[in-house]
């Protein structure tokens, strides 16, 4: 009896191990898609058990510069370009279409490299505070920007002035 519970604590043993190294590279995967500019000042975090149950699989958190004190940028990797939709499509809802200047707003984007839409983009103020948040298709990526040193319009004008990525 004592052997079958022993082998069934080891296959489950050897089973959280292999989650554990998949989690792993997940998380170094997506960190090799944040901006060189400010990838020195990003580091993985865990992924929360509700994140995960949504179909995060990694999570990296940045704190460039330009964002001011308390400023960061979230990056969630999904496993699947529709989960990731699906959680966009829930905090965007309700939020009008537009491009965060004067105001709240949402709408799509594309490359400058490309005609096609590379993925949605949200932003409005949550507690006082701007928040961008963006998806990128390709990646199955989406991350959120927050600054507590400017408006909602200067937040959009960093994000789609210059390059925060995923690249």
Partial sequence: MTGGVLAAS?????????????AQAAAQELLSHVPAG????????????DAAAQGVDAKAECKPDAL???????????????????????????????NCSPGPGQNTYTLASSSQTAGHFVC???SGQ?????TDND????????????TLPGLYQWWSRNDPGPD
């Fill in 10 to 22: 080891g296959w489950f043993f050897f089973g959280h191990l292999a989650s554990a190294r998949a």
């Fill in 38 to 49: 400010f990838a020195a000042t990003c580091s993985s975090v865990p992924v929360p058990a």
């Fill in 68 to 98: 001011g004190s308390g400023g960061s940028v979230v990056y969630l990797h999904y496993r699947t370009q529709g989960t990731m939709q699906a959680a966009f499509d829930q905090a965007a809802q309700g939020v009008p279409t537009g």
């Fill in 124 to 126: 409005e103020n949550v």
């Fill in 130 to 134: 701007p928040v961008l948040a963006w």
């Fill in 139 to 150: 990646l199955d990526i989406a991350s959120v920007a927050r600054s507590g040193s400017t």
